[in-house]
Nanobody
Framework: VQLQASGGGLGRPGGSLRLSCVAS????????MAWFRQVSGEEREFVAA????????FYADSVKGRFTISDDIAKNTVHLQMWSLKPEDTAVYYC????????????????????WGQGTLVTVSS
């Protein structure tokens, strides 16, 4: 299984960017995919997750109302649309996947995901 993240780059405060994560090697129709982000020297933190089985979406409080996670099951892809960007959104963003359905109480935990993409850098600056 491989996860390929793309779409990072430079965004302006108040602007938008869209990240995409393509999963290859197996289908993820019964699993959970998520985005995490990490600033150098800090722990990786949960951003958003999408659970294919019931189409549930989960967000960190810091991005709720600004970021939207969506799926394209035909392409085994999950997108993260980021609106109203803030400088504090600057980080390396990682997509992650679990082949199993992740329950609500675990969905924000790094340890719940066994597959990780390579990371894509998002910089928000004027």
């Amino acid at each position: 299984v491989q996860l390929q993240a793309s779409g990072g780059g430079l965004g302006r405060p108040g602007g938008s960017l869209r990240l995409s994560c393509v999963a290859s090697g197996r289908t993820f129709s019964s699993s959970t995919m998520a985005w995490f982000r990490q600033v150098s020297g800090e722990e990786r933190e949960f951003v958003a997750a999408y659970r294919w089985s019931d189409k549930s979406k989960f967000y960190a409080d810091s991005v709720k109302g600004r970021f939207t996670i969506s799926d394209d099951i035909a392409k085994n892809t999950v997108h993260l649309q980021m609106w109203s960007l803030k400088p504090e959104d600057t980080a390396v963003y990682y997509c992650a996947a679990s082949p199993a359905r992740v329950i609500n109480t675990q969905i924000r935990r790094v340890a719940a995901y066994g597959y990780w993409g390579q990371g894509t850098l998002v910089t928000v600056s004027s």
